[in-house]
Nanobody, 115 residues
Framework: QVQVVESGGGLVQAGGSLRLSCVVSGSKIILTRMGWYRHDPGKQRELVANFDVRGSKNYADSVKGRFTISRENLKNTMYLQMNNLKPEDTSVYYC?????????WGQGTQVTVSS
């Protein structure tokens, strides 16, 4: 059983920072891709940042220069450092982990940026 758990969300003022964490647990899994998405009811889910199969980092244009994705492979842990947050970054952020042909999602963590 693979579990994905996000943490680190919260309420912050515009211009502030937050660091999200994602821990993937499960025996004998090899993660090929990991990423952060955000999704609000009534809106399309948006890719925020991810590691592709080659380990390259990709970012949505809206977060380039402000967000940084990183990971610790031995711990199956991924981070999203979010700086200079804007009210439009307010959303529920989800961690996504791909292993083989399977995909696992976390429950999400709320990020709220006040103006």
């Amino acid at each position: 059983q693979v579990q994905v758990v996000e943490s680190g969300g919260g309420l912050v003022q515009a211009g502030g920072s937050l660091r999200l964490s994602c821990v993937v647990s499960g025996s004998k899994i090899i993660l090929t891709r990991m990423g952060w998405y955000r999704h609000d009811p009534g809106k399309q889910r948006e890719l925020v940042a991810n590691f592709d199969v080659r380990g390259s980092k990709n970012y949505a244009d809206s977060v380039k220069g402000r967000f940084t994705i990183s990971r610790e492979n031995l711990k199956n842990t991924m981070y999203l450092q979010m700086n200079n947050l804007k009210p439009e970054d307010t959303s529920v952020y989800y961690c996504n982990a791909v292993y083989g042909s399977a995909v696992a999602w976390g429950q999400g963590t709320q990020v709220t940026v006040s103006s």
